[in-house]
């Protein structure tokens, strides 16, 4: 139904939303084999940042 197409936008930038924060989430991951372990420290408060942020973005998807 041609009411529901301007819809699909903001869920379509949500799921790409979520993807980002979950390739940022891999890519700190594997970071963390390469730096110190005060720098994996941080790695991992990033991560978890970007978790948060997959877990509202998720919450927003539903909305839609």
Do not use: E, H, L, M
């Given at each position: 139904d041609s009411s529901r197409e301007p819809m699909i936008y903001p869920l379509l930038a949500a799921y790409a939303a979520i993807g980002r924060e979950l390739d940022s989430v891999l890519y700190y991951s594997e970071m963390?084999?390469?730096?110190?372990?005060?720098a994996q420290d941080l790695l991992e408060q990033v991560i978890e940042e970007e978790r948060k942020h997959v877990v509202i973005l998720t919450n927003i998807k539903k909305t839609f």
């Open positions: 963390k084999k390469y730096v110190t372990a005060s």
